[in-house]
T-cell receptor, first 115, second 111 residues
Framework: GAGVSQTPSNKVTEKGKYVELRCDPI?????LYWYRQSLGQGPEFLIY????????DSGLPNDRFFAVRPEGSVSTLKIQRTERGDSAVYLC?????????????FGQGTRLTVV | EDQVTQSPEALRLQEGESSSLNCSYT??????LFWYRQDPGKGPEFLFT???AGEEKEKERLKATLTKKESFLHITAPKPEDSATYLC????????????FGAGTRLAVHP
């Protein structure tokens, strides 16, 4: 596709349930990022993939959060035993990566609401 | 600790009234400073990257500048369609390209 695609756009789940959020990056982009954005705040880094491997997962808040990118393209962010505090917009971004600085292009986000 | 602070939190302008948004940053080594625009319900949209002090970039009514401690986003003769939240972010050397964002400035331009 032309841009980063995230599904679903909205997800409402009950406390304690498991959720999966999907990200389709721009074709050919090797770098993929997940961010979380709470109301009135800037995006907060969660995890970075270069190809299939997680190069930096220092932003994941705890072991309930996990992300995969098995074929180096689509990524899934998985949240176990959801809590009300997990409610936020989850943003995915991709870039051409490489050793230098390159612009990251964001998807429209998945709004997660835990009730 | 790498940190970004944006001011003001919110800004209301009349159409045609020029102003500037501020982004102050603390980073161990700057790889790049980024400006993004975010509309309600949308993801951030890339505007500019600045790499070194003294650098300037322009796009339509927007101009971004960079010093060693801060960046400014100047808006000249804004229009209502410029209303959005403007986000500043830094990439640190050795930081795997991750972006550290400020909280943003919410800009409202009224006709």
């Amino acid at each position: 596709g032309a841009g980063v695609s995230q599904t679903p756009s909205n997800k409402v789940t009950e406390k304690g349930k498991y959720v999966e959020l999907r990200c389709d990056p721009i074709s050919g982009h090797t770098a993929l990022y997940w961010y979380r954005q709470s109301l009135g705040q800037g995006p907060e880094f969660l995890i970075y993939f270069q190809g299939t491997g997680a190069a930096d997962d220092s932003g994941l808040p705890n072991d309930r959060f996990f992300a995969v990118r098995p074929e180096g393209s689509v990524s899934t962010l998985k949240i176990q035993r959801t809590e009300r505090g997990d409610s936020a917009v989850y943003l995915c971004a991709s870039s051409s990566g490489g050793g230098g600085s390159s612009e990251a292009f964001f998807g429209q986000g998945t709004r997660l609401t835990v009730v | 600790e790498d940190q970004v602070t944006q001011s003001p939190e919110a800004l209301r302008l009349q159409e045609g009234e020029s102003s500037s948004l501020n982004c102050s940053y603390t980073v161990s080594g700057l790889r790049g400073l980024f400006w993004y625009r975010q509309d309600p319900g949308k993801g951030p949209e890339f505007l500019f990257t600045l790499y070194s002090a003294g650098e300037e970039k322009e796009k339509e009514r927007l101009k971004a500048t960079l010093t060693k401690k801060e960046s400014f986003l100047h808006i000249t003769a804004p229009k209502p369609e410029d209303s959005a939240t403007y986000l500043c972010a830094v990439q640190a050397i050795g930081g795997y390209n991750k972006l550290i964002f400020g909280a943003g400035t919410r800009l409202a331009v009224h006709p």
